[in-house]
């Protein structure tokens, strides 16, 4: 098989495994882990930007498939189900030197890149969730409070429980099992 085809046929199935895993309920109250956030971040700092944004794609279309989508407008539902789950493929711009001290048996430094990657990827996809919530979801803000602030709290903390929980799951998959990370010749 190509190397190109198997990168691609790794992007579908991780962003298949990201939709399975947002299935595991994980919260507290009203703020929830994104439990899919992880397969993605992994996904994008084993490839790279062009195939993370690809399989955070298929995550968010995914929802459709699934009947997860909360729809009350096309532009809504672009940011929330499209741009958003795309931008986790961010993470996959620190992929190079990421896996160039997981090469180097560098643990410290890989974290390092693991942690900027996973707040740069999350918090991409947080802001767009963020800015659709005051947009389109601001009316259900409790009377009197902003629906900026109002957003910045649900999405905010939604966005911070999750980059938590995908930092700490890196931490362990670093230390035990850092060739996850690598394929083909860069073993």
Same mark, same amino acid.
Do not use: D
């Given at each position: 098989?190509?190397? @190109?085809?198997?990168? =691609? +046929?790794?992007?579908?199935?991780? /962003?298949?495994?990201?939709?399975?895993?947002?299935?595991?309920?994980?919260?507290?109250? =009203?703020?929830?882990?994104?439990? /899919?956030?992880?397969?993605?971040?992994?996904?994008?700092?084993?490839?790279?930007?062009?195939?993370?944004?690809?399989? /955070?794609?298929?995550?968010?279309?995914?929802?459709?498939?699934?009947?997860?989508?909360?729809?009350?407008?096309?532009?809504?539902?672009? #940011?929330?189900?499209?741009?958003?789950? !795309?931008?986790?493929?961010?993470?996959?711009?620190?992929?190079?030197? %990421?896996?160039?001290? #997981?090469?180097?048996?560098?643990?410290?430094?890989? %974290?390092?890149?693991?942690?900027?990657?996973?707040?740069?990827?999350? /918090? #991409?996809?947080?802001?767009?969730?963020?800015?659709?919530?005051?947009?389109? =979801?601001?009316?259900?803000?409790?009377?009197?409070?902003?629906?900026?602030?109002?957003?910045?709290?649900? @999405?905010?903390?939604?966005?911070? !429980?999750?980059?938590?929980?995908?930092?700490?799951?890196?931490? +362990?998959?670093?230390?035990?099992?850092?060739? #996850?990370?690598?394929?083909? @010749? @860069?073993?």
């Amino acid at each position: 098989m190509s190397k @190109n085809l198997t990168v =691609w +046929l790794e992007a579908a199935i991780m /962003g298949a495994l990201a939709s399975v895993l947002s299935l595991i309920p994980l919260g507290v109250g =009203w703020f929830s882990v994104s439990v /899919g956030s992880i397969a993605l971040v992994v996904y994008a700092l084993r490839r790279g930007f062009i195939p993370g944004l690809v399989a /955070g794609l298929i995550w968010g279309l995914m929802h459709f498939a699934l009947g997860n989508v909360y729809y009350l407008s096309v532009p809504q539902v672009l #940011i929330e189900y499209v741009l958003a789950f !795309m931008s986790v493929g961010f993470a996959g711009l620190l992929s190079a030197p %990421f896996l160039a001290a #997981i090469r180097r048996k560098q643990t410290g430094q890989a %974290f390092f890149y693991a942690v900027m990657a996973t707040v740069l990827g999350i /918090g #991409i996809r947080y802001i767009w969730h963020y800015i659709a919530g005051f947009l389109f =979801w601001g009316s259900y803000a409790p009377e009197g409070q902003s629906p900026y602030l109002y957003s910045l709290i649900v @999405n905010g903390s939604a966005g911070l !429980m999750t980059g938590a929980f995908v930092i700490v799951l890196l931490f +362990l998959l670093i230390q035990t099992g850092p060739k #996850i990370f690598l394929v083909g @010749n @860069n073993k």
